[in-house]
Structures are given as structure tokens and as C-alpha cells.
């Protein structure tokens, strides 16, 4: 395809992701796998090319522009490059009109910015939508059997700050066929991710319920913590969810991790205490990862901008507050509650941690960590927790809080 060619190509892309955005459809790189699929005449270069046009669009518009075209208009408006692409001439894009429509406003939606978190300036807010870094953490494990079979660790990798044991890289590399990912021996997350299982404080011959734990990220983060001395986790790992399809992916990891006896269970939605009868008032800690804006995630997912409404965050706020609840329930005496969000909002992370203290009496907001002094405290407080960010950090933007129940 030639460049101007791909430019049109960019614009029917953000077309159908605009589409998808309005609908509450797929999410954009589900609608850019699925699209390049029936466009097999496009290569590899053309992808990457019409890809990156796409996300600088993106990332340029807090609020869903009326069709591809306009984004793109407005963008060539900055970039002569760009704007001598749109010529009309065979699969180029048409030439562009004074008064044509263009997208207008600012990269943060509007609507949004007194929920924020008031740590988040406006070179915070930047920082959220710039390019992130790939991190990894590494599984002890594995590791060692890699090194044992002669295979190398991916190399060029910066380590990650003590106490996570992981590493990072350039945010184009690409470990999907490097052995280490094959063998399990790294499992991609962001080091913001590694921080929260590392707030759990997890250790073998405790009880750990992973309440809100999708595909098993930060549960096999807990399994490696709670490790015996053969890599089985030594105590109860339990992990949660309400997502058949997420879930089930857990045993498909951990396998490829060496991680056994993770207890997996399928939550019913409105009836989750159902199948956690069992562990009323006994878990040392619960971690309630819960559902969120995702509004830290932004510098990945750019196009959640376009699909948060001040209704869904409602919701979302609502439904925090009664996993939080539910979760009080299985937390023994002393045992502790680790309440985290990949979000930047207020009321998603220290408003959300205030009114559960205000609604339960007897616990309390303790420490997010208890390293030795002289280790990595990231983050900055913000009411009983802390907030993590791009700018601040160096990860994607999370909240986090430890409550104790006395
Ligand atoms: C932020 S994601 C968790 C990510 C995961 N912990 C990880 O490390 O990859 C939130 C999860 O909460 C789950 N969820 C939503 N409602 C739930 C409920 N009522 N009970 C348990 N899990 C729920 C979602 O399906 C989703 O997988």
C-alpha cells in the first residue's frame, strides 16, 4: 500500500472502532485484529504504519470524534506530511475542505476531570497517555528449570526495583516466541500490577482469596509468595470470578507457570457468597482487584476514554462497594483487606476506602507496605491508600489501600 492509501485506510479503521466505542462494542484492538483479517492485501507495514496513525488519533481525542475522517483531518491540520497524503488520487483520501468538520478538544474527556484524583495534574494526565514500557515478572520457578535446560532469559531487559522480582522492557519488544514466555518462566504485568500482589504480603501456610481474579494475573504472583519448598503453594490460594471465560484461562497458566493447587471458583454474579461458604471469616487476606474505569490503563487502552460515561462510572463505583463488603465477610480476625483499581478517580479509589471505614466499624487503613526501611515505597498517599502513576511511578495508574479487620 502506498502512504496515502494507508491514511485511508486509518480513517475506515477508526471508523468501525468509533462504531464499536459508540455501541459498547469490542474494544479497539479487538476491532483492529478483526479488521486487518479481512484485509489480508494488507502487510505487515501497512499494519504497523496504519496502527500507529489510528492510536495517535486515539490518544489525541478525549471524546469520540464523529467518524475516522475528522480525526484525521484535524491531526493533518498539525502535520503537513500528513495533509499532502489527502490528495483524492486513487485509494488516497480526499482532499481536505476548509470547512470540513474536524475533531475538536482536549485529550482528557471533559466530564471527567473533577472525578479525577486530585494528585492528577495536568502533566499527570499526559503521562497517561504516553507509550508503556513492557514488564514482566519472573517466575522463580521456571526460571531456574530454563537455566537448568540451558535456555536464556530475553536479554536487554532493565530490572525492576526490589522487592518485585521482573523486569522491563522497551514498549515495542516482543516476547510472545521468546522461550522464557514459552516455559513460563516470565508472565507479562506491569509493575504496577506487581506491586498490588506484593501489598497482599502473602506467605506459605496462609489462606488468600483472590476474589476478582480474571485470567489469574496477580493470583499466580500470590502462588509464587506462598510457595513450600517444592513451588506448590503451601496454604489455600483461592481464585475467583465471575467470568467462566477469563477464569478458565487459570489453569492453562498456572500449568504453564508449574503452579499447583490454586483453588479456581466460578462466581454466580449476585450470589458469589454462595460459593464461598466455606471461607466465612477465615482468610488471612482477601484482594478485591476490582472491576474499574480502568482510567490508569489509558497509556494501553487509550479508547476506554471513549467508552467511560459518568453512568457507567456510577455503576462501577456501586459495585466496588458491595465486593468490598462481600470480600469484609471471608477476612478473619486480623486478617486484612487489599483493595486495588487500575484507576485514577477519586471516588473509584481513597472516597471508595473512606466510605467502607465509614460503613464498617472495627477496621482499619494500615500501611500499603511494610518493607524494611530503605526499600521502594512507590506511590503517594491519597486518603487511607496510595495512588500509583505513569508520571509518579513509572507504572499504569493504580489505586490501593490495605484495610485490617480487628
Ligand atoms: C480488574 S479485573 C481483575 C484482573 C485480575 N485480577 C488480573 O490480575 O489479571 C476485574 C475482574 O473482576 C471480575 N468481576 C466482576 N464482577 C465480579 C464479581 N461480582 N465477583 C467476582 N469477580 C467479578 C471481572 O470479571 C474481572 O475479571
Not at 235 to 263: F, K, S, Y
Not at 343 to 371: K, Y
Not at 372 to 388: E, F, I, Q, T, V
Request: charge should be negative; charged fraction near 25%; proline fraction near 6%.
Amino acid at each position: 500500500m502506498n502512504p496515502a492509501a494507508r491514511v485511508q485506510t486509518a480513517i475506515e479503521l477508526l471508523d468501525a472502532i468509533i462504531i464499536a466505542a459508540r455501541d459498547g462494542g469490542a474494544a479497539a484492538d479487538t476491532v483492529a485484529t478483526r479488521f486487518f483479517k479481512e484485509r489480508r492485501y494488507a502487510g505487515s507495514g501497512d499494519r504497523r504504519a496504519i496502527r500507529e496513525l489510528v492510536w495517535r488519533a486515539i490518544r489525541r481525542f478525549g471524546k469520540i470524534p464523529i467518524n475516522g475522517r475528522s480525526a484525521l483531518v484535524a491531526l493533518a491540520d498539525k502535520d503537513a506530511d500528513l495533509a499532502a497524503l489527502f490528495t483524492g488520487e486513487g485509494r488516497a483520501p480526499g482532499v481536505i475542505s476548509a470547512d470540513e468538520p474536524r475533531a475538536t478538544g482536549s485529550d482528557m474527556p471533559k466530564w471527567l476531570v473533577p472525578h479525577l484524583d486530585p494528585l492528577i495534574t495536568e502533566r499527570e494526565a499526559q503521562a497517561l497517555l504516553e507509550r508503556a514500557p513492557l514488564d514482566v515478572r519472573i517466575n522463580a520457578l521456571r526460571a531456574a528449570q530454563l537455566e537448568d535446560d540451558g535456555l536464556p532469559m530475553p536479554t536487554g531487559g532493565e530490572p525492576l526495583p526490589a522487592p518485585l522480582l521482573g523486569l522491563r522492557f522497551a514498549s515495542d519488544t516482543n516476547l510472545l516466541d521468546h522461550p522464557a514466555m514459552q516455559l513460563g518462566a516470565v508472565e507479562v504485568q506491569d509493575a504496577g500490577s506487581q506491586w498490588i500482589a506484593h501489598a497482599c504480603q502473602a506467605r506459605a501456610g496462609m489462606t488468600v482469596v483472590d476474589l476478582c481474579a480474571g485470567a489469574g494475573g496477580k493470583t499466580l504472583a500470590l502462588a509464587a509468595a506462598m510457595a513450600g519448598p517444592d513451588g506448590d503453594v503451601d496454604g489455600l490460594l483461592v481464585a475467583c470470578d465471575t467470568d467462566r471465560r477469563r477464569l478458565q484461562q487459570l489453569p492453562v497458566r498456572a500449568e504453564r507457570a508449574g503452579v499447583e493447587r490454586i483453588d479456581a471458583r466460578l462466581l454466580d454474579p449476585r450470589r458469589e457468597l454462595e460459593a464461598l461458604d466455606d471461607l466465612t471469616q477465615v482468610a488471612d487476606v482477601v484482594l478485591v482487584d476490582a472491576p474499574c474505569s480502568g482510567s490508569g490503563t489509558w497509556r494501553r487502552n487509550p479508547d476506554g476514554r471513549w467508552r467511560l460515561t459518568p453512568q457507567r462510572l456510577a455503576v462501577l463505583v456501586t459495585e466496588q462497594a458491595r465486593l468490598l463488603d462481600l470480600a469484609a465477610k471471608l477476612v478473619a480476625p486480623g486478617g486484612a483487606l487489599v483493595y486495588a483499581v487500575c484507576a485514577i478517580t477519586r471516588e473509584e479509589g481513597e472516597a471508595q476506602v473512606a466510605s467502607f471505614l465509614a460503613r464498617h466499624a472495627g477496621w482499619t487503613a494500615e500501611p500499603v507496605w511494610n518493607d524494611p526501611a530503605g526499600a521502594a515505597s512507590p506511590g503517594r498517599p491519597s486518603g487511607a491508600g496510595r495512588l500509583l502513576t505513569p508520571a509518579h511511578d513509572a507504572t499504569d495508574g493504580f489505586f490501593i489501600a490495605r484495610i485490617k479487620a480487628v
